[in-house]
């Protein structure tokens, strides 16, 4: 035999070896391949997450701000109804001169009256 066939013996002998390394190197890699595409879906089921939660989020915080806003437009007009009703009143009392309302409630009134006073003179005929 040669130098040269010895060796080449001597290296078929721990050829096994060289073969367990690169399997288990192999194998190594394979599992962190795996690893990193796990971790991969799971960072993007957790930004899917959490877009979710911000949209969620951004969602509840315009529907409050129209609920205040319907909230105030509504106050100003009650405030504003109530305003104009007192100056009116005001007006009726220190003038005289009732307000489009006043008169027409005036006018419900006398109406009213005058149809109570001709039912009871007779001078109208019954329902």
Do not use: C, F
């Not at 437009?73 to 009703?85: F, G």
């Amino acid at each position: 035999m040669t130098d040269n066939s010895k060796e080449n013996q001597a290296h078929d002998s721990y050829k096994w070896y060289d073969d367990m390394l690169a399997g288990a190197e192999r194998e190594r890699a394979e599992k962190m391949q795996a690893s990193k595409d796990a971790m991969e879906a799971m960072r993007k089921k957790e930004m899917a997450k959490r877009a979710e939660m911000a949209e969620l989020s951004r969602k509840t915080a315009e529907k409050i701000r129209e609920d205040n806003k319907k909230l105030r437009d509504k106050e100003i007009a009650e405030a504003k109804a109530k305003a104009i009703a007192d100056i009116e009143d005001e007006h009726n009392r220190k003038y005289g001169v009732p307000s489009d309302k006043s008169e027409r409630i005036n006018e419900a009134w006398d109406s009213l009256a005058k149809d109570l006073i001709k039912g009871m003179t007779g001078n109208s005929k019954p329902l």
